[in-house]
Nanobody, 113 residues
């Protein structure tokens, strides 16, 4: 099956920026990012379709930007003006043209303040 590998997580100071990447092994209809803060449930961060239509959670709108490179089968999440509340494990998500869903292993983002 398709494999998803996230990179770019780490420790960053509040107000700083990080760029997450997720490479897939196949063509996907939509790709996105979810996150799971410590002790909380997984939540949607952003989604982008093959037509570049985007959806953002209210908590990140205006600060985060999702984009994709279809030729490289890669999705990116540019995170600016990071807050302590953004601390979480971030998971890459993808749905192929056959409606199969794939999840990455997750990359940890820690924002200090």
């Amino acid at each position: 099956q398709a494999q998803l590998v996230e990179t770019g997580g780490g420790l960053v100071q509040a107000g700083g920026s990080l760029r997450l990447s997720c490479a897939t092994s196949g063509t996907m209809f939509s790709m996105g990012w979810y996150r799971q803060p410590p002790g909380k449930q997984r939540e949607l961060v952003a989604i982008i379709t093959s037509g570049s239509s985007t959806t953002y959670a209210d908590s990140v709108k205006g600060r985060f930007t999702i984009s994709r490179d279809n030729a490289k089968n890669t999705v990116y999440l540019q995170m600016n003006s990071l807050k302590a509340e953004d601390t979480a494990v971030y998971y890459c998500n993808a749905v192929d043209i056959w409606s199969r869903t794939y999840w990455g292993q997750g990359t940890r983002v820690t924002v200090s303040s």
